[in-house]
């Protein structure tokens, strides 16, 4: 089984506040997603990254997947209100279905 | 598109009732998953199928989990007989090829 680790669990954050969050895994993937999932609503894509090393930019959120290909990072600057969520980071190793971590939970208060 | 539907969006039942959980995928998507989620396991993969077959179905916890997907455009989960600890958010989501999964907006299932 391979397995995604999230850390932080929660996170409670004022608004205006830099934060980082972190997948970890001992196995390698040849993608990872990350999606945010807001309360009654399903999980919802917000990047794949492939290459290792690779960053992406999506507005204040940068996300980086590991030279190896085994971890992830996601780095919110400035967070807002609207940042409040489940941030959960998936793995995928072609031929097997994706691997979900356990989740972040963010709040970010006004 | 209107997305991934689903029904109902929250069911409440008693033990030992059989709970039957729908799902309509995106038109021309080939691939449907059905997943449970709990704040103790996240989020588990149950069993998916594509075009209508189901794939893979290991991550169906007991012989009271049974999945159809009679056509293209529709797919149950049912649970006979139910048990509390099969309390949870319950998602289908669907995909084109093993594209992007889009997810529907859950069920929320609770057994007393």
């Known amino acids: 089984t391979q397995l995604l680790e999230q850390s932080p669990q929660f996170l409670s954050i004022q608004e205006g506040e830099n934060l980082t969050v972190y997948c970890n895994s001992s196995?390698?993937?040849?993608?990872l997603q990350w999606y945010r999932q807001e309360p009654g609503e399903g999980p919802v894509l917000l990047v794949t990254?492939?290459?290792?090393?690779e960053v992406k930019k999506l507005k204040r959120l940068t996300f980086q997947f590991g030279d190896a290909r085994k971890d992830s990072s996601l780095h919110i600057t400035a967070a807002q209100p609207g940042d409040t969520g489940l941030y959960l980071c998936a793995g995928d190793n072609a031929g097997n279905m994706l691997t979900f971590g356990g989740g972040t939970r963010l709040m970010v208060k006004p | 598109d209107a997305g991934v539907i689903q029904s109902p969006r929250h069911e409440v039942t008693e033990m030992g009732q059989e709970v039957t959980l729908r799902c309509k995928p995106i038109?021309?998507?080939?691939?449907l998953f059905w997943y449970r989620q709990t704040m103790m396991r996240g989020l588990e993969l149950l069993i998916y199928?594509?075009?209508?077959?189901?794939?893979?179905d290991s991550g169906m916890p007991e012989d009271r989990f049974s999945a159809k997907m009679p056509n293209a455009s529709f797919s149950t989960l049912k649970i006979q007989p139910s048990e509390p600890r099969d309390s949870a958010v319950y998602f289908c989501?669907?995909?084109?090829?093993?594209?992007?999964?889009?997810f529907g907006p859950g069920t929320r299932l609770l057994v007393l």
């Open positions: 990254v492939v290459t290792g090393g």
């Open positions: 038109s021309g998507h080939d691939y």
């Open positions: 989501a669907s995909s084109f090829l093993r594209d992007t999964p889009y």
């Open positions: 196995s390698v993937f040849s993608s």
């Open positions: 199928f594509n075009n209508n077959v189901p794939i893979d």
